[in-house]
C-alpha cells in the first residue's frame, strides 16, 4: 500500500517554548489503522492538530495525498476528518445541521442522501433533529465522528475516540472504525487502552516526550516482543536444573520450585514436548504447568520506562 | 474561492438569527419607540426645528446609525468569540478554507443582521415621523458601507477577545461613546466651537453626517470626506484583519 500521509522530522514548539514535537517521522499507509499510544502529554494531539492544521509546526513538513498540508493545505485538508479529543459541540444546535455545516465548511455540495447515509451508519438517524444538549456523551462523540465524516474524508482523526465511553459503546465504536476501514478510509487513532489497540490496530506507534519511539506491524510487534513463558512447577524444589535439561531458553525459579521455559508461538517447534518428557526422564515431578504472554501493555510500559530512563 | 464554505458559514449564522427572531426584532423596535416617545415627543416638542427639520425626524438617521453600529459590532464579535469560547473552532481551522472566506461568512452574516434591524428603525419611525428619503441609493450605500466595516471592527474584536468582559469592553468603552456624540441627537454646529473642533477627530461625527446628507442633503461636513471616512475605516479594519490572518495570532497556536 503507498504512503498516503508522510510526515517528515515535524518539530513543533510551543509559544512558551515548549517543545511538544522533536522531529517525528511517520509514514501512514493507505488503508490501515493506525493505533498512537503515549502517556499523557506525550503530544498525540499535537501531531494530530499540527498534521490538520490546528497549529502550526515549527520545522519539517506533513504531506496527505501528496498535498503539502501548509502550502497546499486546501488539497490536504479536504482529504481530512478529524474527531477531536475534547467533546466541542454547540449545544443549541441539531444534530443533522450541524453535520450540513461540516460538509458545506469543506466545500462539498449539500447531499442528504450522503449525510443520511453517515448518520444512520453512526446510529443517530433517530436523533436528526435533537439538539445537541440533549444527547449523551456517548452520542454528542458519535455526532463528532458524523461531522468529520460529513465530507467524505480519505483519512480520519480520532483522537481518543473511546475515552469515558462505556464497554458496549467501545465495541459499537471499533465495529464503526472497522466498517470504515473497509470502505478505504485510513484511520490514526490515539489511545489510553492498550486492548484497544491490540483489538482493532494494523499498526503501532508509541509516542513518549514528543519522540516516535517505535511504530510496527502490531502482529510482528506482539511477536517480536511477545515471547511466551511456561513456568512447570515442581513438587519438590531443586538446586540446580540438571544436566540433561541445561538449555539457553530455561532457567531455574529463585526458590528452585518452578522451571521457566521461553519460547516463541510462532516458531515451527516450540519444544514444549520434548521439555516436558525430559522433565520426566530427569525424575521431575510436575504439581503443576501455567503460560503466561507478555501483552502489548508489557511491552508499552517497557519502552516507555526505557525512554525516561 | 470555497464558496460553498462561505456559503454554509453565512447560513448557518443566520440559521442561529431567526432562531430568536423574536428576541433579535422586539428589543430594536422598543428601544427606538421609546427614543422616540422621550426625544421626539417629550423634548423635541421644545426644542427648534434642526437645520430646517423637525427634531424627531432630525433624530432618525443617528438613531438608525447607533443601533446598526451596535448591532453590527456585536453580532460579528460574538459570531467569532462564541466559536473560541466553546472550541468549535477547531473546525474552522482544519477546514479547506482561507481567511478571506472565514470573514466574508462570519463578518457578512454580522452586517446581514444588522443592515436588517436598520431596515427594522427606518420602518418603526415611519410611524412616528413624516420623512422623505432625499437620496436613497447614497442612504442604502452608507448604511450598507457602515454595516459591513463595523462587523469587521466586531469580528476583529472577538478575535481579540480573551473572556466576555472583553468582548464588552470595547463597545462599551470605546463605540458607545463616539456613537453618542457622534451627533446622532443633535447637530455639530450646535456644539460651542472647542467641542466642535474636537468633534472632528470622532469618526463617527462623518458617518452620521453622511448618513443625514442623504436623507435630507444637509450635513455638517462634505459628504467626499464622510466617504473618504468610511472607506478608510474600512480599509484599517481589512489591512488589521488580514494581519490577523497571516500571523494566526490569537488563533492558531
Ligand atoms: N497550547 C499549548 N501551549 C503550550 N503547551 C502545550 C499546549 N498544548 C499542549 N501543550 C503541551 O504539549 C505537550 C503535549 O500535549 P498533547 O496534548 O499533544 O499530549 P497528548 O499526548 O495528546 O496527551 P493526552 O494523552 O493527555 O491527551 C504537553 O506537555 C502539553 O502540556
Ligand atoms: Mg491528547
Redesign the pocket.
Same mark, same amino acid.
Given at each position: 500500500m503507498p504512503d498516503i500521509v508522510k510526515i517528515t522530522d515535524l518539530r =513543533?514548539a510551543? #509559544? *512558551?517554548g515548549?517543545e #511538544?514535537?522533536k522531529g517525528v517521522s511517520l509514514n501512514i499507509r493507505e488503508g490501515e489503522i493506525l493505533a498512537l499510544l +503515549?502517556?499523557? +502529554? #506525550? +503530544? =498525540?494531539?499535537?501531531? $494530530?492538530?499540527t498534521v490538520c492544521g490546528i497549529?502550526t509546526g515549527t520545522g519539517g513538513s506533513v504531506t496527505v495525498g501528496g498535498f503539502d498540508t501548509v502550502t497546499e493545505y486546501r488539497g490536504a485538508r479536504s482529504m481530512i476528518g478529524l474527531v477531536p479529543?475534547e467533546i466541542n459541540l454547540e449545544p443549541f444546535e441539531k444534530v443533522i445541521s450541524t453535520v450540513r455545516f461540516s460538509r458545506g465548511l469543506f466545500g462539498k455540495p449539500k447531499d442528504d442522501a450522503a449525510i443520511e447515509k453517515i448518520l444512520r451508519q453512526l446510529s443517530l438517524w433517530d436523533k436528526k433533529d435533537s439538539q445537541i444538549r440533549a444527547l449523551s456523551g456517548g452520542m454528542k462523540r458519535r455526532v463528532l465522528i458524523a461531522k468529520a465524516l460529513a465530507h467524505e474524508p480519505r483519512v480520519l482523526f480520532l *483522537?481518543?475516540p473511546t475515552a469515558g465511553v462505556d464497554v458496549e459503546l467501545r465495541r459499537d465504536m471499533w465495529n464503526i472504525v472497522a466498517d470504515l476501514k473497509a470502505s478505504g478510509v485510513t484511520i490514526i487513532l490515539?489511545t489510553?487502552y492498550i486492548e484497544e489497540a491490540e483489538a482493532i490496530a494494523d499498526r503501532i506507534g508509541v $509516542?513518549a516526550h +514528543?519522540e516516535l519511539l517505535l511504530v510496527e506491524d502490531k502482529d510482528k510487534l506482539m511477536s517480536r516482543m511477545g515471547k511466551k513463558q511456561l513456568v512447570v512447577q515442581l513438587t519438590q524444589p531443586i538446586d540446580a536444573i540438571p544436566a540433561s535439561l541445561a538449555s539457553d531458553a530455561l532457567t531455574l525459579s529463585g526458590d528452585g520450585h518452578a522451571l521457566i521455559y521461553s519460547y516463541d508461538t510462532r516458531a515451527e517447534r516450540t519444544g514444549i514436548t520434548k521439555l516436558l518428557s525430559d522433565v520426566a526422564a530427569a525424575g521431575l515431578v510436575l504439581s503443576d504447568l501455567e503460560t503466561s504472554q507478555s501483552s502489548l501493555e508489557d511491552i508499552f510500559v517497557d519502552l516507555v520506562k526505557e525512554d525516561a530512563a | 474561492m470555497n464558496w460553498i464554505a462561505v456559503k454554509s458559514i453565512y447560513a448557518f449564522e443566520m440559521a442561529r438569527f431567526f432562531r430568536t427572531i423574536t428576541q433579535s426584532l422586539i428589543s430594536p423596535v422598543l428601544s427606538t419607540s421609546l427614543y422616540f416617545v422621550v426625544f421626539g415627543a417629550a423634548i423635541g416638542s421644545r426644542i427648534q426645528e434642526v437645520e430646517g427639520i423637525s427634531y424627531g425626524a432630525f433624530i432618525v438617521p443617528g438613531l438608525i446609525m447607533l443601533s446598526v453600529i451596535t448591532q453590527s459590532i456585536s453580532n460579528a464579535s460574538f459570531g467569532i468569540y462564541f466559536p473560541k469560547f466553546i472550541g468549535t473552532v477547531f473546525e474552522l481551522l482544519s477546514a479547506p478554507v482561507n481567511f478571506i472566506e472565514i470573514v466574508c461568512g462570519y463578518v457578512g452574516a454580522a452586517a446581514t443582521k444588522a443592515l436588517f434591524i436598520g431596515v427594522i428603525i427606518l420602518i418603526t419611525a415611519f410611524f412616528f415621523v413624516d420623512i422623505t428619503i432625499q437620496h436613497p441609493i447614497w442612504m442604502v450605500t452608507f448604511l450598507v458601507l457602515t454595516c459591513i466595516s463595523f462587523s469587521l471592527m466586531g469580528f476583529i474584536i472577538g478575535i481579540w477577545a480573551g473572556n466576555f468582559e472583553q468582548l464588552q469592553l470595547v463597545p462599551l468603552l470605546i463605540v458607545t461613546p463616539l456613537v453618542f456624540l457622534g451627533g446622532s441627537f443633535y447637530s455639530i454646529s450646535m456644539l460651542p466651537p472647542v467641542w466642535q473642533v474636537i468633534s472632528h477627530f470622532n469618526p463617527v461625527v462623518y458617518l452620521i453626517s453622511g448618513f443625514r446628507w442623504a436623507f435630507f442633503g444637509s450635513a455638517d461636513v462634505p459628504i467626499v470626506t464622510s466617504l473618504f471616512a468610511i472607506a478608510g475605516f474600512t480599509a484599517l479594519c481589512l489591512a488589521v484583519i488580514g494581519w490577523i490572518f497571516r500571523t494566526g495570532w490569537r488563533i492558531r497556536?
Open positions: =513543533k510551543y #509559544a *512558551d515548549f #511538544a514535537l +503515549g502517556p499523557n +502529554g #506525550a +503530544g =498525540k494531539t499535537t501531531l $494530530i492538530s497549529t479529543q *483522537d481518543e490515539t489510553h $509516542i +514528543g | 497556536q
